[in-house]
């Protein structure tokens, strides 16, 4: 137990910082530093500022990196085919319940069987967990670089398959199961 | 005709250019400070936000004026304009340019000085009438340092006029211009006059009695609306009277080294233009200061002023006193 005692020595003040004058110019010269620092960078290199570190929002956004995980979007195969087949396991794995499927039945298909009819997401509901993106067996919704949803109203949080679509894009699909499997 | 001058000019100063100068003020305060912590501050009302003081007034205007239930309500109305009054008279013996001031007082500087003394009454009137505790220590605060460094910035006045020999402004800005400014001659003198103006304007690192961090707002926490935008212009008001004060004692007012000034008319909108210059620059000062000191402790900033800035200030009269003496008087 012994040793636990540290004494720590007050540090020494020279005589300008007993005057007190000294630190503050010291610290006068520090701010202006800062303040000619953002100056240029306001007036001179704003793309590639040095000191200021503002963000000016709707005009500059985030770079998001590929794994944020922002709403949740359908995506499509490389010839524009939606991926889902309507399993509903997003659905069901849904914490909060956002997901909703009308599933329909492919008639003139041979190698699936199952379409969502009509497929919605409740934005206000969504938490972004991310557990649709993992349950889902088809690679079909992914967590997409979207986190600026905002309406004036409550219905138009509630995106359909097309919206759902358009924001999810094409990703490339090795397998290809509607036609080669 | 002299008389209607005066009216036009008390009324163009008090009404147009201190508020519009205090009003640039804020912007200049905002953008500043934000730039001293690597932001950008408002920048999207007008260009480059100068515009934003004006919906800071618009927002103001149109706040709701609450008169909180228990207060004294006669001196909580009158305590913003017991404020705001003593600010702008003060102004009235500043030698804005050649030959130019709304009042060419021969006791010019003490008339700022019995004038600034009454700013105290508006604030701690204020802190008083607003019957909440936080009110009450701002204004006590408030009371006790105004005083307290009333002392050490008249006395760090008094060498001025011991080496000028004139109350008058424009005498003492007529000498600089003529010899040297009083800053050269009185350096230590101007450090304590712009140390005291700062504790005077209740501005940081005096800003004891707002003090936002310990009293909420100070005197002002129970004020909204145009009253505390009353409040708010006063403290920025005393800041351009100070800032002019320090230019037309020590930094040699409307005159430049080495400048003459045309005649006329010309050379009067010259000089009023170096004169806004340099207090421009004073009140950059003002800014700069606040955005980099942290608040004093109470007890530190009462030391400060009575134990250091007081007898520092009777010896500099006593030193500057001698060196006249020995030198052979000012005319």
Same mark, same amino acid.
């Given at each position: 137990?012994?040793?636990?005692?540290?004494?720590?020595?007050?540090?020494?003040?020279?005589? *300008?910082?007993?005057?007190?004058?000294?630190?503050?110019?010291?610290?006068?010269?520090?701010?202006? $530093?800062?303040?000619?620092?953002?100056?240029?960078?306001?007036?001179?290199?704003?793309?590639?500022? $040095?000191?200021?570190?503002?963000?000016?929002?709707?005009?500059?956004?985030?770079?998001?990196?590929?794994?944020?995980?922002?709403?949740?979007?359908?995506?499509?195969?490389?010839?524009?085919?939606?991926?889902?087949?309507?399993?509903?396991?997003?659905?069901?794995?849904?914490?909060?319940?956002?997901?909703?499927?009308?599933? @329909?039945?492919?008639?003139?298909? +041979?190698?699936?069987?199952?379409?969502?009819?009509? &497929?919605?997401?409740?934005?206000?509901?969504?938490?972004?967990?991310?557990?649709?993106?993992?349950?889902?067996?088809?690679?079909?919704?992914?967590?997409?670089?979207?986190?600026?949803?905002?309406?004036?109203?409550?219905?138009?949080?509630?995106?359909?398959?097309?919206?759902?679509?358009?924001?999810?894009?094409?990703?490339?699909?090795?397998?290809?199961?509607?036609?080669?499997? | 005709?002299?008389?209607?001058?005066?009216?036009?000019?008390?009324?163009?100063?008090?009404?147009?250019?201190?508020?519009?100068?205090?009003?640039?003020?804020?912007?200049?305060?905002?953008?500043?400070?934000?730039?001293?912590?690597?932001?950008?501050?408002?920048?999207? !009302?007008?260009?480059?936000? *100068?515009?934003?003081?004006? @919906?800071?007034?618009?927002?103001?205007?149109?706040?709701?004026?609450?008169?909180?239930?228990?207060?004294?309500?006669?001196?909580?109305?009158?305590?913003?304009?017991?404020?705001?009054?003593?600010?702008?008279?003060?102004?009235?013996?500043?030698?804005?340019?050649?030959?130019?001031?709304?009042?060419?007082?021969?006791?010019?500087?003490?008339?700022?000085?019995?004038?600034?003394?009454?700013?105290?009454?508006?604030?701690?009137?204020?802190?008083? @009438?607003?019957?909440?505790?936080?009110?009450? *220590?701002?204004?006590?605060?408030?009371?006790?340092?105004?005083?307290?460094?009333?002392?050490?910035?008249?006395?760090?006045?008094?060498?001025?006029?011991?080496?000028?020999?004139?109350?008058?402004?424009?005498?003492?800005?007529?000498?600089?211009? +003529?010899?040297?400014?009083?800053? !050269?001659?009185?350096?230590?003198?101007?450090?304590?006059?712009?140390?005291?103006?700062?504790?005077?304007?209740?501005?940081?690192? &005096? =800003?004891?009695?707002?003090?936002?961090?310990?009293?909420?707002?100070?005197?002002?926490?129970?004020?909204?609306?145009?009253?505390?935008?009353?409040?708010?212009?006063?403290?920025?008001?005393?800041?351009?009277?100070?800032?002019?004060?320090?230019?037309?004692?020590?930094?040699?007012?409307?005159?430049?080294?080495?400048?003459?000034?045309? =005649?006329?008319?010309?050379?009067?909108?010259?000089?009023?233009?170096?004169?806004?210059?340099?207090?421009?620059?004073?009140?950059?000062? &003002?800014?700069?200061?606040?955005?980099?000191?942290?608040?004093?402790?109470?007890?530190?900033?009462?030391?400060?002023?009575?134990?250091?800035?007081?007898?520092?200030?009777?010896?500099?009269?006593?030193?500057?006193?001698?060196?006249?003496?020995?030198?052979?008087?000012?005319?």
């Amino acid at each position: 137990m012994k040793n636990r005692v540290r004494v720590v020595k007050r540090p020494q003040l020279s005589f *300008l910082e007993r005057w007190y004058l000294g630190p503050v110019v010291k610290g006068l010269g520090m701010t202006i $530093k800062r303040f000619f620092g953002v100056l240029t960078d306001v007036l001179f290199r704003w793309e590639n500022k $040095k000191t200021a570190i503002t963000m000016q929002y709707p005009e500059e956004r985030w770079d998001f990196k590929d794994n944020f995980r922002g709403a949740p979007a359908l995506v499509m195969d490389q010839e524009g085919r939606s991926k889902c087949v309507a399993c509903q396991i997003c659905e069901f794995v849904c914490p909060p319940k956002a997901i909703t499927m009308w599933p @329909a039945e492919l008639e003139d298909e +041979d190698k699936v069987e199952k379409y969502p009819e009509r &497929f919605e997401i409740d934005m206000l509901r969504c938490i972004y967990c991310g557990y649709c993106e993992e349950a889902c067996p088809e690679e079909a919704i992914f967590l997409v670089k979207e986190a600026e949803i905002v309406y004036a109203d409550r219905e138009s949080f509630v995106y359909d398959k097309d919206k759902l679509h358009a924001m999810g894009g094409i990703r490339e699909d090795r397998i290809m199961k509607w036609k080669d499997k | 005709m002299k008389l209607l001058w005066t009216v036009v000019e008390v009324s163009v100063v008090a009404t147009v250019v201190l508020p519009t100068t205090a009003a640039l003020l804020v912007w200049a305060e905002r953008r500043v400070s934000a730039f001293m912590q690597d932001r950008l501050g408002p920048n999207r !009302v007008g260009p480059a936000g *100068l515009l934003q003081p004006i @919906a800071d007034l618009l927002k103001f205007m149109f706040k709701e004026d609450v008169v909180p239930g228990h207060v004294n309500k006669v001196m909580y109305v009158l305590a913003p304009a017991l404020s705001l009054v003593p600010a702008l008279v003060a102004f009235a013996v500043v030698p804005y340019a050649r030959g130019m001031a709304i009042a060419d007082l021969n006791v010019g500087i003490l008339l700022v000085f019995a004038v600034s003394s009454m700013a105290v009454y508006g604030v701690t009137i204020g802190g008083w @009438a607003s019957n909440s505790k936080y009110s009450l *220590l701002g204004g006590v605060r408030a009371s006790a340092q105004m005083i307290s460094y009333e002392l050490a910035l008249g006395l760090s006045v008094v060498p001025v006029l011991l080496v000028v020999g004139d109350l008058n402004m424009q005498a003492i800005v007529q000498w600089q211009a +003529d010899h040297v400014w009083l800053v !050269v001659p009185l350096f230590p003198v101007w450090v304590i006059f712009l140390v005291s103006s700062y504790a005077e304007t209740n501005r940081l690192p &005096f =800003d004891c009695p707002e003090a936002e961090t310990e009293l909420v707002a100070g005197y002002h926490t129970e004020y909204s609306s145009m009253k505390f935008a009353l409040f708010f212009l006063a403290e920025y008001i005393h800041m351009i009277t100070a800032s002019a004060l320090s230019v037309a004692l020590f930094f040699g007012g409307w005159s430049l080294p080495g400048v003459t000034f045309p =005649d006329g008319s010309m050379g009067t909108l010259l000089s009023g233009l170096v004169f806004a210059g340099k207090t421009g620059a004073f009140l950059f000062l &003002f800014i700069w200061v606040r955005w980099t000191l942290p608040r004093f402790r109470y007890d530190q900033l009462m030391d400060l002023g009575w134990k250091r800035l007081l007898p520092a200030s009777l010896v500099l009269i006593l030193a500057t006193a001698g060196g006249v003496a020995l030198l052979g008087g000012t005319n």
